[in-house]
């Protein structure tokens, strides 16, 4: 066994350049984030052949002095934190400080850059660290030359021209839309593939998209608390036979997440058949320090605090765009959301008719998401309250709605008709609307009984063995191999759960028992879904540990599906059911599942009385 030593530093770089250096595309990703960091308007790329002799980009950012530039190369080097309390809040795209110094362990880099007051630029060459004087406008230009030509066993990995090229153009069109006031052009041996000027973010949306996904697309637009999303899901009629139209954006950075792509396939799960898969463009945001960031050195991948909220909420927001038959194309909000009278800031997204967005991106910082989203909150959250205060005790703060179950009286006071009223109707498949003694009761269909039947859930779970239920003719589904194994391996769990599965050949299942609460879902969906969750919980103490998330799939499945036709005694029954269920006015992660207009609300939106 050979002594313990230190390695070289150029060996450590080259090391960590495995992770993060992968091929030209991750090359240019890199650089387009310190672009876009140092606060680029306009951002230009050249690359020549795939990218792996040159990739070039030159941006009108901040720029660095004479003094950072050699520091830029240096491994753990950054401008972007200094403390874990910044990591943990990061906001711009790089924090780790390595991309740069990993580059040039693989490549020849230079990198030429001016600050605005300095006389003129500086330009650096990595391979020894010789500094000149160089001439540039401002800003910096990032060159780099002969990818891997150091270490030709990864240079052997890389694939055809075509197909680098193809990476590259996937990671500028990613950068792209998610930075719709940034100018972005693209030139590959010496070609113009891309020029995009700063616009809107729908008219970005449309450039890089093409203008028939813009034209089938739902508008997807909803916030609760410091969590909000927005941007276009795809109607069915555009879904792709591969996922290369899929984009998932955290805090404005792309990201390939589990969570959220499990989110959407379900959202899309009604509408979506076969194996096709849905198109998207969806940037949810929240505040930084439910998201950790710091997952992987490539940073595509994040770990959300509070999962399970995301999920639902990116679920529920996106299904019901797609039932919505509000929001197609261009200029119609999937929500029609009243005029408070507040400027909503020259987002373009929010709605399209209002003032025209500043050629800056209103969503690439959090607070100036934040405020397109917050100006409509407060008029909610009033909303709410008031009708909170004209009945108290059915917005008990849920932790002491935890602690104390208190059966919540049916009677209203007055004329004897129940809290929650009788069904007038559905609304789009969506809302059951209700009249009661203050005025119109708006239940959101699904979150209720969802949320009802987790509740029923959990109580029998306490109780034991929830009922089972004996299907007349088994259900079959068939399955992947990996899905067959975590049926084998989880079995027990699915029986502890109520469902009684056993294999009915390699790649099949049969289904004999389901729950009796979960009656009414599609059994292989949910079968599907809770296998995902045993993948994604991984864990082999699954049950005692995600209990209640198993039991939450159960309820969402087996939960009335949006455009289902109830009938009124199903719709009253429903309001019933939601008067005594603890928790009711909450779905399971917090949104509300009904709303009330009171009579003065509603003569207030017709002038009545003035
Ligand atoms: N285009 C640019 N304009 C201005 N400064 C830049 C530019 N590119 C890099 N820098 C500076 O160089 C530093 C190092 O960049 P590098 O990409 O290596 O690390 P980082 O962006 O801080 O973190 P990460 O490794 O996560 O990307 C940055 O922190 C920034 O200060
Ligand atoms: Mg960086």
Not at 2 to 27: F, N, T
Not at 401 to 412: K, L, Q
Not at 455 to 468: M, Q, T
Request: glycine letters at 8%; aromatic letters at 6%; a negative charge.
């Amino acid at each position: 066994m050979p002594s313990i030593h230190s390695l070289p530093d150029v060996l450590i770089s080259q090391i960590a350049a495995g992770e993060v250096v992968e091929r030209p595309a991750s090359v240019l990703k890199e650089l387009l984030e310190n672009s876009l960091d140092a606060g680029a308007t306009d951002i230009q790329v050249q690359l020549a052949e795939g990218g792996v002799r040159l990739i070039r980009v030159a941006d009108d950012g901040g720029g660095m002095d004479r003094e950072d530039l050699p520091l830029s190369l240096l491994r753990h080097a950054t401008s972007k934190i200094a403390s874990l309390e910044d990591l943990e809040r990061v906001v711009s795209l790089g924090f780790r400080g390595e991309a740069l110094a990993s580059i040039a362990s693989v490549a020849r880099v230079s990198i030429a850059s001016r600050r605005p007051e300095a006389a003129h630029a500086w330009k650096i060459e990595a391979r020894d660290g010789t500094l000149a004087p160089a001439a540039l406008a401002a800003g910096t230009v990032v060159e780099v030359g002969d990818l891997y030509y150091n270490t030709p066993a990864r240079r052997k990995f890389l694939k055809s021209e075509a197909t680098e090229f193809g990476h590259c153009d996937e990671v500028f069109r990613r950068i792209a839309l998610a930075r719709p006031g940034v100018r972005f052009q693209l030139q590959h041996n010496g070609k113009l593939i891309h020029r995009l000027a700063a616009a809107d973010p729908e008219r970005r949306i449309g450039d890089v998209m093409g203008e028939d996904f813009s034209a089938q697309a739902r508008r997807v637009e909803a916030s609760a608390g410091s969590l909000a999303i927005f941007g276009f899901a795809a109607l069915p009629a555009h879904a792709r036979a591969s996922r290369d139209s899929q984009y998932c954006y955290v805090n404005g950075r792309f990201v390939r997440d589990k969570l959220l792509s499990h989110a959407l396939r379900e959202a899309y799960r009604d509408v979506l058949h076969g194996s096709h898969h849905p198109a998207y463009v969806l940037f949810v945001e929240l505040d930084p320090a439910g998201v950790d960031v710091n997952v992987h050195p490539a940073k595509t991948e994040v770990r959300f605090r509070d999962a399970r909220s995301i999920h639902q909420f990116v679920f529920h927001a996106v299904q019901r765009a797609l039932a919505s038959p509000l929001g197609a194309g261009q200029g119609t909000a999937a929500y029609p959301v009243p005029d408070h009278g507040a400027d909503v800031g020259g987002a373009g997204f929010i709605r399209s008719d209002g003032p025209k967005p500043a050629p800056v991106s209103p969503w690439h910082r959090q607070e100036q998401v934040r405020l397109d989203v917050e100006q409509r909150v407060p008029a909610y959250v009033d909303f709410v309250r008031a009708a909170a205060d004209s009945r108290p005790d059915i917005f008990e703060a849920p932790e002491l709605a935890a602690g104390a179950p208190a059966p919540r009286a049916t009677e209203a006071g007055g004329s004897g008709a129940p809290f929650l009223g009788y069904a007038l109707g559905q609304l789009h498949g969506v809302y059951v609307l209700a009249q009661n003694d203050a005025g119109l009761v708006l239940v959101d269909m699904h979150a209720a009984h969802e949320r009802i039947l987790y509740e029923k859930l959990k109580n029998a779970a306490d109780g034991g063995e929830p009922a089972s239920q004996k299907m007349l003719i088994p259900a079959l589904l068939a399955v992947s191999a990996t899905e067959m194994a975590l049926a084998l391996e989880h079995g027990a769990d699915l029986q502890r759960l109520g469902f009684e599965v056993a294999a009915a050949g390699p790649l099949e299942l049969m289904v004999r028992a389901v729950p009796v609460l979960a009656a009414g879902a599609r059994v292989p969906d949910l079968i599907r879904a809770l296998l995902d969750d045993f993948r994604n919980f991984g864990a082999s103490d699954v049950l005692s540990a995600h209990r209640n998330e198993l039991l939450a799939t159960v309820a969402c499945h087996g939960a009335v599906r949006a455009h289902r036709v109830l009938s009124l005694p199903e719709m009253n029954a429903l309001l019933r059911e939601m008067e005594v269920t603890e928790r009711a006015d909450q779905c399971n992660h917090g949104r509300p599942t009904w709303t009330q207009l009171t009579m003065s609300d509603l003569d207030k939106l017709f002038l009545r009385g003035k």
